[in-house]
């Protein structure tokens, strides 16, 4: 009876593993979490204390950045435009032309030590362009562009193609007294597949901070 019973239940297994082997199967793509997309709308960043001004989007806020890689910014002027829904933000960094420069030098022991010197345009630019030139490694481009904004300022536009920890940079200067730096960072591992529509997303937030952007006498 046991060895019956036994069969049976061996025919059974055998019976539901040919019908699941029958089965139809559809495979599924591999794909990423959908991202409700808010609507394009902005207000003005003007504070009297800040030397410059610009609109951001109503979905961001304005948080001054404290701290510059373990460094302390040189300046109360260095903010980020932080994105929570999208754990991402627009590092945005001032600089006075002409003004004290405050920046690290590796010593032969490994260590760093502190220095002082002047923020000189044609450097601030070399600077900009190795900061992008980083990301050889990963990028699969960089291409950069010259900008002339609606309010009359230059700059330059950098965008780095594939897995890149900032895909889009840039800075604006009047040569002469102001030197911004921009960037959008994102808080997660660079995937460019799934960072993309949020990246495209942006864009448009960091085109519209660029072309209202404008500098205050001071």
Not at 83 to 89: E, G, I, L, S, V
Not at 119 to 136: G, I, P
Request: aromatic share 16%.
């Amino acid at each position: 009876m046991k060895k019956e019973l036994l069969f049976i239940t061996m025919i059974f297994v055998l019976a539901c593993f040919l019908v699941e082997c029958n089965a139809n199967y559809t495979s599924k793509k591999k794909g990423y979490f959908n991202i409700e997309l808010p609507a394009h709308e902005y207000r003005s960043f003007s504070d009297s204390s800040y030397p410059y001004s610009f609109e951001y989007p109503t979905y961001a806020k304005i948080v001054q950045d404290s701290t510059f890689f373990d460094s302390t910014p040189e300046n109360n002027y260095w903010i980020n435009v932080d994105f929570p829904t999208f754990n991402a933000k627009i590092f945005l960094s001032y600089k006075i032309i002409g003004g004290q420069a405050h920046y690290k030098i590796k010593q032969p022991n490994g260590t760093y030590k502190d220095s002082v010197g002047l923020n000189q345009f044609d450097l601030m630019v070399n600077d900009a362009f190795n900061l992008t030139n980083k990301n050889n490694v990963i990028a699969s481009s960089i291409n950069d562009s010259l900008m002339l904004t609606p309010n009359g300022i230059h700059g330059i536009y950098f965008k780095v193609g594939g897995n890149a920890a900032t895909a889009k940079q840039f800075f604006l200067s009047d040569s002469t007294r102001h030197f911004l730096r921009g960037a959008l960072y994102f808080d997660a591992t660079p995937n460019a597949d799934s960072l993309r529509p949020v990246q495209d997303f942006l864009q448009k937030d960091i085109e519209r901070l660029i072309n209202t952007f404008r500098w205050k006498n001071k």
